[in-house]
Structure formats: C-alpha cells, structure tokens
C-alpha cells in the first residue's frame, strides 16, 4: 500500500539540544515528558512554532524571533490560553537555549499546550481546568524537502483534502490539531509519489501546502493568497513579500483558482522549514521549464543572502545568539529578566518596523 520511501522519517536530525527549557527552568531532554493523559493528547490543544536560526559569520543567528514568538502569544489568545508567558521571556529563553546548546544552527520549536493537573485531574474537553505549560526544544534540521528540491524544485499535487475553514479551525493559528489535516494533505501527496500537495480552500480556490505558503509567478507578476483563503500567516511568506518590495517585483495578495497553478511561469512554496522551494510540477503537469525559475532564484538569492547574514535585512530580522547578553550558568526565573530585556532591546531599535510586519499579515 505505501511505497517503502513513504515510511522513512521526512529528514534527518543529526544533533538535538541536550537541554529543553521548561516553563523558566531549563531541564534534560529525557525528563521533557508529559502524563498520557494530558488534556492536549487527546484533544490537540496545543499551539507551537517552529523557527530556524542560521550559521553565521557572526555565530547562530535566530531569524524572525519576535515574529514567531508573537505568532506564538496570538495563537494562544485564540484558543483562550491562559498563561504568564512573555514574549521578552520566550524570545530570551529561546536565545539562551541556543548559546546553551552550542549549536551553530538548529530548529528552535516552542509549544504551549493543556497538560493536567495531576492533584485535581480533568478529563473532559473542557480545556478551562487544565493547566498551560510551555516548551522550548532545538535540533539540528536539513533541507525540509530535500537539498536538491532549493534548486531542482518538487513535484506536488493538489490534495482532495480541503484547507481548514476560518469558522472552523482558524488558520490564523498555528494550532497542533491544525496538522491533522496537514497530515491527510501529506499522507496523500506522499502515498502518491509527490513531495507535497496543495490544498484548496472550502470555495475551492489555492490556499496552500500541508506546511508551507505557496506564491505564483506569472508575466514576471507574484501572486499569493491572501488570509482570507485560509492560510498560516507565514513569516517567511511576510519575508518574501518584503524581499519582493525590495527588488521592486510587483507583487499582489489574491484569490488564486487551482487551474492558474498549471498556467504560472513559476511556483514556490515558503516556510520555516521549506525556506524558498521551488515546485516544478503539479498534477503531473509541468510547470515553466520544470526546474527553478528565474523570479524564484533571486527571491531566493537574497533570502537565503539575509539569514546567511551577508545580506541587510528590511528589519531586525536576525537576532545573533552570541551577541545578546548571555545568562549566568544557574538555571531558574532570576536569570531571564535580565536576558529578556537585552534580546527586548535589541529588536525594539527598530520596533515600529517588526510590529508593523505582525499588523500587516493579520490584517490583510
Ligand atoms: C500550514 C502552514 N502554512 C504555512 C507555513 C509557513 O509559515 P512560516 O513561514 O511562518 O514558517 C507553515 C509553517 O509553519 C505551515 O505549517
């Protein structure tokens, strides 16, 4: 039934942080455990991120840190959890488990999530009696579609899976249940011998990969859905609308119908994990020269030119590990204030700029 490829794990992960921070303290990997019958195990009530920090000349620089820890207190805000967390905190916490990690470059994946209350257990779906706990791990991650796809690109389909619906599950979120349709989306396209599938909104129109925003190039035009076609607010999708600015490509935010997919000049999906991947075919059918084209590579070009750090950002894009003030060694709460306003500072110089970007991708 499945092709034997299907069953192999989507990319390596050669290092994992031997450390996980916890709720203010930093624990062992091996004691990151939760109780089987935590709220969220059996009714998904989680919320994540995932965020790359890239090697750098300057050491591991963390890309779109408040970006994605904002990401991060929105999502929560939907599912009204409630929590202490800080964004000054869960950025200077994600700083610290990297200098700690002593990793040049990593995966960073913050989730909140409904665990129990052991004393005082709650089974119902009722999330309200459950406690909020918070996570933050990092490994180390490839190429999430493969290193050849950056330049060859991936054959995708579109998924008979449709998106999430807004009044639904909101895809505004980056919500754990989220991903069992992404799963479906995946599962499909992978069992089929695509890389990825695409899937449509409740009216039928593209909204995006199973974890990636997707964008069309056509008559030297970019075209990418907007919100309302049920889409993740990408943070890299923001990136490439900014990096399009920049190289004074036009760019437009528009419904997209499944059949200008096989019409575009070029494809690419973005992401956290799939960075700029070029897509060369869809549904079997070829798309421009089946290979990178030449709007994707130097959209490409200049973002992989800014998380490499050899490239000014349009913003604080990158938060360098080994430049924000470090913590004394002892774990616990005292040390965060102190890190937190540092990592705070840094980014606020040019606060007006990243609190402009969040407000834009919500609004939109
Ligand atoms: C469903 C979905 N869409 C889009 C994206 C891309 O978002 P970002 O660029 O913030 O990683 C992701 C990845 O997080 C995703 O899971």
């Not at 300057?58 to 991060?72: C, D, I, K, N, S």
């Not at 180390?140 to 999430?164: F, H, M, N, P, T």
């Not at 973005?270 to 994707?296: F, L, N, Y």
Request: with cysteine; hydrophobic share 40%.
């Amino acid at each position: 039934m499945f092709a034997d490829d299907v069953r192999k794990k989507d990319v390596k992960t050669p290092t994992i942080a031997k450390e996980v921070w916890h709720d203010g303290q930093f624990i062992e990997w091996n004691d990151a455990r939760v109780h089987v019958m935590s709220h969220v195990l059996h009714y998904g009530s989680s919320v994540f991120e995932g965020i790359r920090c890239y090697k750098t000349q300057r050491g591991p620089a963390v890309f779109r840190l408040r970006e994605h820890m904002q990401r991060l207190l929105n999502s929560a805000k939907i599912y009204r959890m409630e929590h202490p967390r800080q964004l000054d905190e869960l950025c200077g916490a994600a700083v610290e488990l990297v200098a700690r990690s002593g990793l040049q470059q990593c995966y960073l994946r913050p989730i909140m999530f409904r665990s129990l209350d052991e004393e005082h257990p709650a089974f119902g779906v009722n999330p309200f009696p459950n406690p909020m706990t918070c996570y933050i791990g990092a490994w180390d991650w490839g190429k999430y579609l493969g290193e050849a796809a950056i330049e060859q690109g991936v054959d995708v389909c579109v998924s008979s899976w449709q998106r999430l619906t807004p009044n639904s599950m909101p895809a505004m979120a980056k919500a754990g249940a989220n991903y069992m349709n992404s799963q479906l989306i995946k599962m499909e396209a992978l069992t089929n011998g695509y890389a990825e599938g695409i899937a449509l909104d409740d009216r039928g129109y593209v909204s995006e990969g199973s974890g990636e925003n997707i964008f069309l190039v056509h008559d030297g035009k970019v075209v990418t859905p907007p919100l309302a076609s049920s889409i993740l607010p990408g943070i890299t999708r923001d990136s490439v609308i900014q990096i399009c600015r920049e190289l004074e490509i036009p760019l437009v935010e528009s419904a997209i119908q499944r059949a200008a997919l096989y019409l575009a000049d070029e494809l690419f999906f973005t992401g956290t994990a799939a960075e700029v991947t070029p897509i060369r075919s869809v549904d079997r059918i070829q798309i421009g020269e089946a290979k990178r084209g030449p709007v994707t590579e130097r959209i490409q070009k200049v973002f992989f030119g800014i998380t490499s750090g050899e490239r000014p950002a349009p913003g604080p894009w990158l938060t360098y590990v080994n430049e924000s003030k470090t913590a004394p060694a002892e774990t616990g709460n005292g040390f965060r204030a102190e890190q937190s306003r540092e990592v705070g500072k840094a980014a606020s110089s040019n606060a007006s700029d990243t609190r402009d970007s969040i407000h834009v991708t919500l609004t939109e």
